[in-house]
């Protein structure tokens, strides 16, 4: 982010808090951005459109009163299965007991329960678990027909009214857009959104089908929260613009001890393939009720930031959470020691990867390595799309780069990349006031060094998208 008000030395991995209850009148809105967040989430699982376009408006003020870019990304609901009612609203299962899910929408009782998706019946196999209320309860399909699924309960427990339903072993003939999530998306479009999140990507033809809807409007990220995605994981990678490691839904359908490998994994994929990646859920949930987290949080926070994470995400703690603000400050801090320990840059490093046979990459390459031999302050990247910009964070180098783009739209969106700062320079000229502008720029974002200098990324001609074809090593004066 741009330094703060305090003078603090930005930080390369961003922090996206999710706005709620708890945050979305403007006053908390901007002392949630001095405290950190770069990047505010609008759910669209709770609240309506009216709230959304509200708090979205609130946003864009802050920016414009803090005089620095924040992005806003949308996050789609996704389809949700759910079980139907029960005539006594709820009902208590022993282990073992047989049970079945039926498409008979009459209220159910301790023998069966109306389960009103026929994608389901048409996938499930004998053998297979189903789960409901986020796996609290598990069962397991004994005999599978067009119309019920017999099961037996893996464990005791109690089931009640619309509980979720997740099937884990099996992708299912949905689309990840229901009719609410076409609805919402348009909506989003028309606002103005920097980022819209999937939910519920299983194959990479539901990121194609989202691609569709929304074009170059904004930029588009999966969220990575079944199973299955993971077997059409890279071309998913490849078809959006980032992903999300949702780990609260991945976790309740796969076996706990298999989510933190699975994050390093699509951590490293996203890296690879130059998009960024977002850690998210759970991170700092006990402070949706403690003013301070849990030694254990502060260390899941710090192992996203070793790996090179772009950015890491509060859900609830700061969108219903007693304490909002403290958790901002909280993630801040956590990240800031983390970015300071010298084992981080060989640590990120470590799972990176060379870029692709490009221009811009060999830049990128090549800033990475004159940012380990020379001290430098910062790099200051011209570009017309944002592209240049991503494509050197991919390399993650030693020094922050400031980026200097002549779009409004392209500094919000560069807000979720790591190490990033974007500044919206409308008056951007040409290569002779190109030194000059850049440390005037250094100096306001608290980057300028005395004693080190500075690299320049820009191309030839100066602005056009594509261009980039040069780096320049300057010692300006201080």
């Known amino acids: 982010m741009n330094a703060d008000r305090s003078g603090a030395v930005p930080r390369s991995t961003k922090i996206i808090a999710t706005l709620g209850p708890s945050s979305r009148d403007e006053a908390t809105i901007?002392?949630?951005?001095?405290?950190?967040?770069?990047?505010?989430r609008l759910n669209a699982s709770h609240g309506t459109q009216a709230d959304h376009a509200l708090t979205y408006e609130r946003v864009r003020r802050v920016s414009a009163a803090l005089g620095r870019p924040l992005g806003v990304l949308l996050d789609l609901q996704?389809?949700?299965?759910?079980?139907?009612?029960?005539?006594?609203?709820?009902?208590?299962?022993a282990a073992e007991a047989p049970f079945c899910f039926d498409l008979d929408p009459s209220p159910g009782d301790e023998r069966r329960v109306c389960l009103p998706h026929?994608?389901?019946?048409?996938?499930?196999?004998?053998?297979?678990?189903?789960?409901?209320?986020?796996?609290?309860?598990?069962?397991?399909?004994?005999?599978?027909?067009?119309?019920?699924?017999r099961v037996r309960a893996l464990r005791s427990g109690t089931l009640s009214d619309r509980k979720g339903v997740n099937v884990p072993s099996r992708a299912l003939s949905l689309s990840a857009l229901s009719g609410k999530d076409r609805r919402d998306l348009q909506f989003g479009?028309?606002?103005?959104?920097?980022?819209?999140?999937?939910?519920f990507v299983q194959r990479v033809q539901d990121v194609i089908e989202a691609r569709e809807l929304v074009q170059q409007r904004c930029l588009l990220m999966a969220?990575?929260?079944?199973?299955?995605?993971?077997?059409?994981?890279?071309?998913?990678?490849?078809a959006a613009d980032g992903i999300m490691v949702a780990r609260g839904d991945l976790g309740v359908e796969m076996p706990m001890e298999q989510v933190?490998?699975?994050?390093?994994?699509?951590?490293?994929?996203?890296?690879?393939?130059?998009?960024?990646?977002?850690?998210a859920t759970q991170m700092l949930e006990s402070m949706i009720g403690s003013p301070c987290p849990t030694r254990a949080e502060a260390s899941d926070v710090a192992t996203a930031v070793y790996d090179g994470a772009d950015a890491v995400m509060l859900s609830a703690e700061t969108a219903s959470g007693r304490y909002p603000v403290e958790a901002v400050r909280a993630m801040d801090g956590i990240v800031r020691h983390t970015e300071s320990d010298s084992l981080r840059q060989p640590l990120m490093q470590a799972i990176g990867k060379d870029g692709e046979s490009t221009t811009t990459d060999a830049l990128g390459s090549a800033l990475r390595r004159v940012s380990e031999l020379l001290p430098l302050s910062a790099t200051v990247a011209y570009t017309a799309s944002g592209a240049t910009a991503m494509r050197m964070a991919q390399q993650r180098p030693r020094s922050p780069v400031l980026c200097l783009t002549p779009s409004t739209t392209v500094a919000q969106r560069l807000t979720m990349v790591w190490g990033i700062h974007p500044h919206a320079d409308t008056a951007m000229a040409g290569d002779t006031r190109t030194v000059e502008r850049a440390t005037?720029?250094?100096?306001?974002?608290?980057?300028?060094?005395?004693?080190?200098?500075?690299?320049?990324?820009?191309g030839t001609p100066f602005g056009l998208p594509g261009s980039t074809n040069q780096l320049h090593v300057v010692w300006p004066s201080f």
């Open 30 to 40: 901007q002392a949630l951005a001095m405290a950190g967040a770069n990047v505010f």
């Open 223 to 238: 969220k990575i929260e079944k199973p299955g995605a993971l077997q059409e994981i890279e071309a998913i990678i490849a």
């Open 260 to 279: 933190p490998s699975v994050q390093k994994q699509l951590v490293r994929l996203a890296r690879s393939a130059g998009k960024p990646v977002v850690i």
């Open 440 to 458: 005037r720029l250094l100096h306001e974002q608290a980057l300028a060094e005395p004693g080190k200098a500075m690299v320049l990324v820009c």
């Open 78 to 93: 996704g389809p949700k299965l759910r079980i139907g009612t029960f005539a006594s609203g709820s009902i208590t299962l």
């Open 118 to 149: 026929p994608e389901i019946f048409s996938a499930l196999q004998p053998g297979d678990q189903l789960l409901v209320d986020d796996g609290r309860m598990a069962f397991i399909a004994t005999e599978v027909g067009p119309g019920s699924i």
């Open 189 to 199: 479009l028309d606002l103005g959104v920097d980022w819209i999140a999937l939910s």
